[in-house]
């Protein structure tokens, strides 16, 4: 048994193009809080390095000063003793350096729930338009 459809073809375009604008300025509100909460996150994140570092090179200069004078007490020359604490610290700053690189990739910033989103509005839309081909056909 077939379906009769009393919209017409122009009634229906034109109540698709309404909700796909609408869609699409919701999906845009939705990207614009969904990449501000990232940067929100990134910038308090940023300002927590900043305060930590603030703190941390001072205790790590007399940590090292502290190194380099037990190493010198144990027999090893001013030198070397500087060479061991300053070549530790450097491994180690360097790996901490990298791994905060790593967490300030832009691809952290993009609104990725929304791409989703969009994603999968677009499958709904598919699978509507073919469901709507196949009862056109069917009729």
Same mark, same amino acid.
């Given at each position: @048994?077939?379906? %009769?459809? $009393?919209? *017409?073809?122009?009634?229906?375009?034109?109540?698709? %193009?309404? !909700? @796909?604008?609408?869609?699409?300025?919701? &999906? +845009?509100?939705?990207? #614009?809080?969904?990449? $501000?909460?990232?940067?929100?996150? %990134? =910038? *308090? +994140?940023?300002?927590?390095?900043?305060? /930590? =570092?603030?703190?941390?090179?001072?205790?790590?200069?007399?940590?090292?000063?502290?190194?380099?004078?037990? @190493?010198? #007490? +144990?027999?090893? $020359?001013?030198?070397?003793?500087?060479?061991?604490? +300053?070549?530790?610290?450097?491994?180690? /700053?360097?790996?901490?350096?990298?791994? /905060?690189? $790593?967490?300030?990739? =832009? &691809?952290?910033?993009?609104?990725?729930?929304?791409?989703?989103?969009? !994603?999968?509005? =677009?499958? %709904?839309?598919?699978?509507? @338009? #073919?469901?709507?081909?196949?009862?056109?056909?069917?009729?």
């Amino acid at each position: @048994m077939a379906t %009769v459809y $009393s919209r *017409s073809l122009a009634d229906i375009v034109t109540d698709l %193009v309404a !909700q @796909m604008a609408a869609l699409l300025r919701k &999906e +845009g509100q939705l990207a #614009r809080a969904e990449i $501000s909460e990232n940067v929100g996150a %990134v =910038a *308090s +994140g940023l300002g927590f390095v900043v305060g /930590g =570092a603030v703190l941390l090179i001072p205790a790590l200069v007399i940590l090292l000063e502290t190194a380099v004078d037990a @190493m010198v #007490r +144990g027999g090893l $020359s001013v030198l070397a003793a500087g060479l061991i604490a +300053g070549c530790a610290a450097l491994v180690i /700053g360097l790996a901490l350096f990298l791994v /905060g690189i $790593s967490r300030f990739r =832009a &691809e952290r910033l993009l609104p990725r729930r929304t791409f989703e989103q969009l !994603q999968h509005d =677009a499958e %709904v839309a598919k699978q509507h @338009m #073919r469901q709507h081909d196949d009862a056109e056909r069917a009729a």
